[in-house]
């Protein structure tokens, strides 16, 4: 006998050797699987179960066979039940499992760089599916979720139901930890559970004070929504991140101004734009701004000095003139008053 055919024999031999070990139905699960017909090997598995239900090979084979019926969920199950019936199997199932995981999670990253919002989607459910347990499939399924909820609000239920589980897997240790509380915030302000939202936030700025930008982004769409109140919770708390990274912002300190000035808090306000112009001391708008909540909180002293550096410094600007006459009259200076309107009057032409 040639040395092909004692090689031959030998496989044969393991083969029968493994089979024999093996219950009828579950031989033949095997065999359908390598043959590709998929569907006869899962109806001969579940056999193999029923005769076996601790049968860790009929339960290894199910999950090769719902892999290749894109059935991701089952695959994982049976798969996760070979690993704990049978441990030298863990290996051969983690492998098998992170397979399923990547190919759909990179078909679902292709599709987002496609623009294919819903296939992204699809892909990612199909992936969190083949491994629950990694984070970055869910946190992909989120955002998808989200971009879809910008045309198609029903998607806002799903991604809740998402932001959720991120928030049990998640662990301060994970490297995207900051990504999910980011993500699971501005869900939760969508939500509006603003008080949670908070709170995600506030564990966001603890973990890493250079997160205060994506703190202030919040408080900017609170303010484009004239939620005044919640506006200034987000932008005091982004302050106090850049502050603590020295990365202070003009447009923070300005926009928070215009909060406390929409509230009626003018010394806050007024506080807020003397900030602002720290940074920027020659900036237009916070100038007449500050000069405004003084007016506006009926501080005619700091109205009128405000209102003497405004026009000097911006002199053909009518309205400084205007809220410098309005402010001398307020004390009862009358001569000042009128050299004011004159000027308001000489360049509005009235």
């Known amino acids: 006998m040639n040395r092909k055919h004692i090689i031959l024999v030998l496989l044969v031999a393991a083969l029968a050797t493994v089979f024999a070990c093996k219950s009828v139905e579950t031989t033949s699960a095997m065999l359908h699987n390598q043959t590709g017909n998929y569907e006869d090997a899962i109806v001969q598995a579940k056999l193999g179960l029923e005769k076996k239900p601790n049968d860790a090979e009929a339960c290894f084979q199910l999950g090769i066979s719902y892999s290749y019926t894109e059935e991701m969920a089952l695959s994982y199950k049976y798969f996760m039940m070979a690993a704990q019936l049978d441990p030298n199997k ?8 992170k397979s399923n995981w990547a190919r759909h999670f990179n078909a679902g990253i292709a599709e987002f760089q496609g623009e294919n919002l819903e296939g992204a989607a699809v892909e990612f459910e199909e992936c969190v599916d083949a491994d629950p347990r990694q984070i970055k499939g869910w946190l992909n399924l989120a955002k998808a979720y989200n971009s879809l909820a910008a045309e198609d609000s029903m998607y806002w239920e799903k991604s809740y139901l998402v932001a959720d589980t991120l928030m049990v897997l998640i662990t301060e240790e994970e490297q995207d930890y900051g ?27 603890r973990d890493d004070p250079v997160n205060a930008e994506i703190i202030e982004k919040v408080g900017n769409q609170y ?24 990365t202070e912002s003009f447009d923070l300190y300005y926009n928070l101004g215009v909060c406390h000035l929409r509230l009626d808090q003018f010394l806050l306000s007024a506080d807020s734009f003397q900030n602002s112009l720290i940074i920027e001391p020659e900036n237009k708008a916070a100038h007449y701004s500050l000069l405004l ?17 405004f026009t000097e410094k911006f002199p053909d600007d009518a309205k400084g003139w205007q809220i410098l006459s309005l402010s001398f009259s307020k004390k009862g200076m009358k001569i000042k008053a009128e050299e004011a309107a004159r000027k308001y009057q000489e360049i509005t032409g009235g």
Do not use: P
């Open 90 to 97: 863990q290996k051969l199932t983690e492998d098998n499992i």
């Open 179 to 205: 990504k999910v509380l980011e993500l699971v915030g501005k869900v939760l302000i969508v939500k509006g559970e603003t008080d949670k939202a908070y709170e995600i936030f506030e564990r966001l700025m």
């Open 223 to 246: 303010l484009l929504d004239k939620e005044w109140e919640n506006a200034v919770k987000f932008f005091q708390m982004a302050s106090d991140g850049r502050r603590a990274t020295e």
């Open 293 to 309: 909540a003084y007016y506006s909180g009926e501080f005619w002293d700091e109205s009128i000095m405000q209102g003497q550096i």
